[in-house]
């Protein structure tokens, strides 16, 4: 039996070294074999919003930075874990997406913050998200069971 693997475009606290790299290394939620570093083939705003510092790829192609990233090879449970994660579909909106690695353009699921506020673009705009190079108030801190995100933080009702 072949298993489908779809591939999954990772640009914040999903990627290796940062706060939630753990969902990914969790083979109870599935298969995640790192294929490689990339980059989006078109430009986006990335910015750090909410009161967790969390990273938001906004759904504005052209405007922004070639966003740095990694790709992911993921089977169909852990597309789902993903999913739930990163509250597909109320929140981020899992989208395909052109990506660029080892010199290779393909298509790669990515997760986008659905409805963002405009006052988004004005914050800065990232081209690459490293928790570690924050300063210290910037750093992201919403890994704790009692956080609760609230999305009209960052999105149009």
């Known amino acids: ?24 290394e969790n083979v109870t939620h ?13 430009r986006y ?3 750090v919003a909410s009161q967790y510092n969390i990273p938001f790829l906004l759904p504005f192609e052209g405007k922004g930075n070639f966003i740095s990233g990694e790709v992911y090879e ?3 449970k852990m597309l789902k ?13 899992r989208e395909k997406i052109s990506v660029i690695s080892n010199n ?3 298509m790669s699921w990515c997760y986008i913050l659905q409805r963002p506020k ?8 990232l081209d690459n998200y490293n928790n570690d190079n924050c300063a210290e108030e910037d750093k992201y801190n919403g ?15």
């Open 118 to 125: 405009p006052k988004l673009l004005d914050l800065k705009l």
């Open 104 to 106: 290779n353009s393909f």
């Open 1 to 24: 039996m072949t298993v489908q693997l779809e591939r999954v475009f990772v640009y914040g606290t999903l990627k290796r070294g940062q706060p939630n790299h753990f969902v990914l």
């Open 81 to 93: 874990q993903l999913d739930e994660f990163e509250l597909h579909p109320d929140v981020y909106k």
């Open 74 to 76: 993921v089977d169909e």
């Open 143 to 157: 890994d704790t069971e009692e956080d609760t995100f609230y999305p009209s933080e960052v999105m149009e009702s």
């Open 30 to 42: 599935g298969l995640a074999k790192f294929i490689g570093d990339a980059t989006t083939a078109l």
């Open 45 to 47: 705003p990335l910015v």
